[in-house]
T-cell receptor, first 116, second 115 residues
Framework: GAGVSQSPSNKVTEKGKDVELRCDPISGHTALYWYRQSLGQGLEFLIYFQGNSAPDKSGLPSDRFSAERTGGSVSTLTIQRTQQEDSAVYLCASSLVAGHSYNEQFFGPGTRLTVL | AQTVTQSQPEMSVQEAETVTLSCTYD???????LFWYKQPPSRQMILVIRQEAYKQQNATENRFSVNFQKAAKSFSLKISDSQLGDTAMYFCAFMKGTSYDKVIFGPGTSLSVIP
């Protein structure tokens, strides 16, 4: 089966514009995660979903960032009024949630966002 | 809060040689997982190896092995017989011992394998 897919692969936008980033998780994976990777940095957690609900939004850096997930599948990360510091690679991951043991997170290829 | 530290921003190794990447972490949790992820220039994040904190035995995956020192909160990665395809960013990471949760990543070590 297909892995996690993300679109677009690259996005260039002007400061102040809104952008939407999309993540398609692996079919059947109920947990979905968003991370941000700034240039030369490690990954920073943003938000995760279990089904359509988001138990942990603690990583969203400001109220300009929001995310939703519908139908327990596709998720959209929206950044309003983009700023240059939002430039980064946005990575999505998904995992099964089965039992109480570890479930591997599988990552997508990311969306590189550049804010001019 | 959990933190992960990698003190080696860049490393290099000759092809076929062995290299060790260092990682330390801080947590008050007793049950957790530790990981090493590889990110080649393609940006695809790949899980290299996983260690459960309750296991004393160090994890191994082919040429990759870890040295897990729980009391010292140290988790190093050893790559044996280094290959050109091992050139990548390597991230040490932590996750609480639940079936799902956020992963906390270190800042990464850029490894170059030299022919």
């Amino acid at each position: 089966g297909a892995g996690v897919s993300q679109s677009p692969s690259n996005k260039v936008t002007e400061k102040g514009k809104d952008v939407e980033l999309r993540c398609d998780p692996i079919s059947g994976h109920t947990a979905l995660y968003w991370y941000r990777q700034s240039l030369g940095q490690g990954l920073e957690f943003l938000i995760y979903f279990q089904g359509n609900s988001a138990p942990d939004k603690s990583g969203l850096p400001s109220d300009r960032f929001s995310a939703e997930r519908t139908g327990g599948s596709v998720s959209t990360l929206t950044i309003q009024r983009t700023q240059q510091e939002d430039s980064a690679v946005y990575l999505c991951a998904s995992s099964l949630v089965a039992g109480h043991s570890y479930n591997e997170q599988f990552f997508g290829p990311g969306t590189r966002l550049t804010v001019l | 809060a959990q933190t992960v530290t990698q003190s080696q921003p860049e490393m290099s190794v000759q092809e076929a040689e062995t290299v060790t990447l260092s990682c330390t972490y801080d947590t008050s949790e007793n049950n957790y997982y530790l990981f090493w992820y590889k990110q080649p220039p393609s940006r695809q994040m790949i899980l290299v190896i996983r260690q459960e904190a309750y296991k004393q035995q160090n994890a191994t995956e082919n040429r990759f092995s870890v040295n897990f020192q729980k009391a010292a909160k140290s988790f190093s990665l050893k790559i044996s017989d280094s290959q050109l395809g091992d050139t990548a960013m390597y991230f040490c990471a932590f996750m609480k011992g639940t079936s799902y949760d956020k992963v906390i990543f270190g800042p990464g070590t850029s490894l170059s394998v030299i022919p």
